[in-house]
């Protein structure tokens, strides 16, 4: 059981500290931090920890522990990568359509809808696209503000 606890320990330093992508890349740095494993063990230590895979523009996907998102300090950087993936927002009457980098979408539309926004009635994610259902009476502007805590400059992407 020692040995577990001292791989799980390491398992949730490494993917806090650093920007592992692959199985292989984390048996790497554990081969390095003197701690076995096979790959085997890893995707089970991995599944038990409820480790996930989230969209990253220069790694494709990297891993993350989901109580460590909800430290604030990980949120900001995790935020961060995703919404620097917004190309643009335009409207529709009460809709709203964002675009964002191929793969991307769901992830974005997580963030928004984690937030529970009044101005939203609804979303749905595509590969690329989001689209989004304004509350009636909701202006334009009072959606962009609200986006504003996903992607700062959301402003600056309206065409």
Same mark, same amino acid.
């Given at each position: ?21 692959? +199985?292989?890349? =984390?048996?790497?740095? /554990? *081969?390095? %931090?003197? #701690?076995?494993?096979? +790959?085997?063990? =890893?995707?089970?230590? /991995? *599944?038990? %920890?409820? #480790? ?108």
């Amino acid at each position: 059981m020692r040995n577990k606890t001292k791989r799980l320990l390491t398992i949730r330093k490494l993917i806090e500290s650093e920007l592992i992508s692959s +199985q292989e890349e =984390l048996l790497f740095r /554990l *081969k390095e %931090m003197n #701690v076995e494993a096979t +790959q085997s063990t =890893l995707s089970r230590d /991995l *599944k038990f %920890m409820k #480790v996930a895979k989230i969209p990253h523009k220069e790694k494709g996907y990297i891993y993350v522990i989901p109580e460590s998102i909800q430290n604030e300090q990980r949120e900001e950087k995790v935020s961060a990568i995703i919404t620097d993936t917004i190309l643009s927002i335009d409207f529709s009457g009460n809709m709203a359509v964002i675009k964002t980098l191929p793969g991307y979408a769901n992830a974005v539309t997580v963030l928004i809808d984690s937030e529970n926004y009044f101005e939203i009635l609804g979303t749905i994610a595509g590969d690329d696209t989001i689209f989004i259902v304004m509350r009636e009476g909701v202006s334009r502007s009072e959606l962009i503000e609200a986006l504003t805590s996903v992607h700062p400059a959301i402003h600056t992407l309206y065409k």
